[in-house]
């Protein structure tokens, strides 16, 4: 299991993630093995954008009434490892373990944590879960940034994931939120609506994807409740806001410029022909309309983060 969206949202980013990730986890639609030449970068960039909204939800964690003190953190599917650095520096006492399926991901977490001077307290674990559960060992605080959605019996691993805190220890579930906006309802050519559809088309994706896996199990997505039924109490749900308004700078306007091309490129068999048109101009560079000249291209979406503390 990877989150290969680099902690990205799971029905449009997701290596991302996949990815995040991101991503449309176009790695469980798409048999062909992911170019992470290309794709880690496009993760370690989404990620990075949203650096400030993960450090504000660490800070929250760490801020809690009678947080007990973070010694061990684990990364639930960590991807190139952009949020385990931002939580080592979060919780500057803390070892955090990066735990992902893909070697070439865990190379690029230590390549980071080296470069941030941070080798000695972050660490990688190449592991498969829910398979290698029990590999993981104890942890204070258990991040699984839209890494749960990837399991088949969500519950189970949940329960797995308690069963490792240390007493007091927190889990945090980053699932849900909102899916982002890149543009205008109405572009001025093209059909209106252009991003509702490819969302639409991205969640029946993500529903082929979740009924695909192995002993996929169907739950109600209220994460609380869950957090209950595997003996761990709710401790809130919060969610974080990036706003990046127009006209966007060249960050983050190659960052939508990316997700675009994946995304075109990943629901060519499912979107109308129109649809089609429309995404190649805006992928056109020179294009006036385009994503890389027009001036109202802007980033917004909302990542929502659920806790749960063993007792």
Not at 279 to 285: G, H, M, S
Request: aromatic letters at 4%; one cysteine or more; charged letters at 25%.
């Amino acid at each position: 299991m990877s989150n290969h969206t680099g902690h990205g949202h799971h029905h449009g980013h997701q290596s991302s993630e996949h990815g995040h990730h991101g991503t449309a986890h176009a790695h469980h639609h798409d048999p062909a093995a992911p170019d992470w030449d290309v794709m880690a970068p496009l993760l370690e960039q989404n990620a990075e954008l949203s650096s400030e909204q993960y450090t504000e939800a660490a800070r929250w964690i760490a801020g809690l009434p009678d947080a007990p003190k973070v010694r061990r953190v684990l990364d639930i599917g960590s991807g190139p490892g952009v949020i385990s650095c931002l939580l080592a520096e979060a919780f500057p006492e803390a070892e955090v373990v990066a735990v992902d399926s893909t070697p070439a991901l865990l190379e690029r977490t230590r390549d980071r944590a080296e470069r941030l001077g941070l080798g000695g307290r972050v660490t990688t674990l190449h592991a498969d879960i829910p398979d290698a559960l029990a590999e993981l060992g104890q942890a204070d605080l258990i991040w699984a940034g839209n890494a749960l959605h990837h399991m088949g019996d969500q519950r189970a691993v949940l329960a797995g994931f308690a069963a490792m805190l240390r007493p007091g220890g927190t889990v945090a579930l980053v699932e849900g939120g909102l899916q982002p906006r890149q543009l205008p309802r109405d572009l001025g050519f093209g059909r209106p609506g252009l991003e509702a559809r490819m969302e639409a088309v991205q969640a029946e994706l993500f529903e082929e994807m979740r009924a695909d896996l192995p002993d996929a199990r169907r739950e109600n997505e209220d994460w609380a409740a869950l957090f209950a039924a595997v003996g761990l109490t709710p401790q809130g749900t919060r969610s974080f806001l990036l706003d990046l308004p127009a006209p966007l700078g060249d960050v983050a306007r190659d960052h939508v410029i990316a997700e675009f091309t994946r995304r075109r490129d990943g629901l060519a068999d499912r979107l109308e022909a129109d649809d089609h048109a429309v995404l190649d101009r805006l992928l056109d560079p020179e294009d006036p309309a385009g994503l890389r000249q027009r001036p109202d291209t802007f980033l917004l979406l909302a990542r929502t983060v659920h806790l749960g503390r063993r007792a």
